[in-house]
Structure formats: C-alpha cells, structure tokens
C-alpha cells in the first residue's frame, strides 16, 4: 500500500507560480513512476505530466508542456510539480498518483490540493 500526501496548492495571480509536492510512504519509491493529474469543476480528470521511477523518461500533456516542471527526488520519496506562467484555465484540484513499475494504471492517488488562478 502506497499512501500519498500532496501539498502546496493555494490562490496566485495569473502569470505566477506555485511549486506542488507530494510525498509518498512506498518504501520502493523509485519503483514507481509518478504522475500528476487535475481536476476542475465539472470537468473529467486530465493527465499532466508523468516521471518514470528514474527520472529518465518525462512526460506533459500538451497544455502544460513549456510553464510546469515535473521532477523528483527518490532519496526523499517526493514528486514536485513546479507550475509557472499559471492561468485562470489551470485552477483545478491536482492529484497525484503512483504506478508500479510493469503495473497498467495509476492504483494510488493521493487526496488532492487546490490551485486556483485569479485573472
């Protein structure tokens, strides 16, 4: 079991940043590849970008590749999400998830932390 605890969300201007965290309990934590997800309000949830257990292999959904910066630190069990040039269109409660290495889809996900862009 792999339990995951975000932090760091919070109300900025547009054009601003914020840095998420997320820390996890897996002893394993470099076994899993990490990703970030968001949701706004009356939305499905969307992918944002993902890290592979090595830090090797990044991925972005198009709508955030350039501003966000997904990174980690296997030595403190911690995925970062450094979020720059934030949008009114990026406020969203951001989750993040964990994957066993060869395993299909996101089986742990964490409570979830509010960002919220004023214009």
């Known amino acids: 079991q792999v339990q995951l605890v975000e932090s760091g969300g919070g109300l900025v201007q547009a054009g601003g940043s914020l840095r998420l965290s997320c820390a996890a309990s897996a002893r394993t934590f470099g076994s899993y590849t990490m990703a970030w997800f968001r949701q706004a309000p009356g939305k499905e949830r969307e992918f944002v970008a993902q890290?592979?257990?090595?830090?090797?292999?990044?991925y972005y959904a198009d709508s955030v590749k350039g501003p966000f910066t997904i990174s980690r630190d296997n030595a403190k069990n911690t995925v970062y999400l450094q979020m720059n040039s934030l949008k009114p269109e990026d406020s969203a409660v951001y989750y993040c998830?964990?994957?066993?290495?060869?395993?299909?889809?996101?089986?742990?996900w964490g409570q979830g932390t509010q960002v919220t862009v004023s214009s």
């Open positions: 998830a964990a994957r066993k290495v060869g395993a299909d889809g996101y089986a742990y």
């Open positions: 890290i592979m257990w090595s830090g090797g292999s990044i």
